[in-house]
């Protein structure tokens, strides 16, 4: 009776594997909804809630970003793909032991923002100096991290914030606003936190690229030269051809007129030899009269 059951109840067991399936986990908006991984589930509404871990070099393809980690959570399933959103990120923790060295400060920083479309996240930024620096001087610096970020969220929606803190915008801003209180060495947002997600839509105005400037100053270039050549020129290049005839007819006479005169004017040789022979006389008499002036004053004296 013992192995019957037994074998009755291994025929019942099933295998779970065989019962789920693969479903496709796309990014959110922000990163232009690029499929990023794979999940395996039974069922489309237990993918809901569920995390996914990410660096952005594997998003963008740029090393440079591999210290920076993504969360995304699914919220939505359609047939077999799920669709997420963005709940933060995170730095690397290698990447910040790197930047903190002995004898150097580092200013840390936790404040709650509003952006312009109604999300609510709370930001953590970090500043490192050269030197060690006092508390007071912390303070000033915190402060200033304090209204660059708040100033930031309230000009821009939630996607452009994301961007704008992962490509090290706002960090560049807080090192401007620091250097009249002091010189700070580096600044980075360490982490974010979606507590929540936008409930205002708000269109948003993509940054041109340098790419696209030169295609469309090509563009504006080939409208006139592309214009179609009306008729009306080609009768008027027609009618200019006698035109050139006569005035070359013209030009022709005018021509030969000079020459004429030319060759009327031109002296010969004797001519040319005449008018040099009469002022070599003058300059002779010129020289002979020259002495005999002082003569005929020397008379008057006596």
Known sequence: MTKARSRSTAKKVKDKWKSKGWYQILAPTLFD?????????????????????????????????????????????????????????????????????????????????????????????????????????????????????????????????????????????????????????????????IMRQPTIEIEETKPVTKQEQPEEKTKELEIPSATPVSEKPVEETETKEPKTEVSEEKTTEVAEEKLEEETEEIPTKEDAEKPVKKKTAKTKEKKEKKPSKPKTKKKTEE
């Open 33 to 193: 909804k690029i499929p990023v991984a794979e999940a395996l589930a039974d069922k489309p509404a237990s993918l809901i809630g569920r995390i996914t871990e990410l660096s952005l070099q594997d998003i963008t393809n740029d090393f440079r970003k591999s210290h920076i980690k993504l969360f995304f959570k699914v919220y939505k399933v359609e047939e077999s793909v799920a669709h997420t959103q963005l709940e933060g990120h995170t730095l690397t923790s290698d990447y910040v032991r790197r930047m903190i060295r002995r004898r150097k400060s580092r200013i840390d920083g936790v404040f709650d923002i509003t952006t312009r479309d109604n999300a609510f996240l709370r930001v953590k930024p970090f500043a490192t100096t050269e030197k060690r620096i006092q508390s007071s001087q912390k303070k000033m610096i915190r402060e200033v991290m304090k209204k660059t970020i708040a100033d930031e969220g309230k000009a821009k929606t939630l996607n452009e914030f994301i961007r704008d803190a992962l490509d090290g915008k706002i960090g560049s801003e807080i090192y401007k606003n620091c250097k009249h209180l002091y010189p700070v060495k580096r600044i980075e947002i360490a982490k974010t936190d």
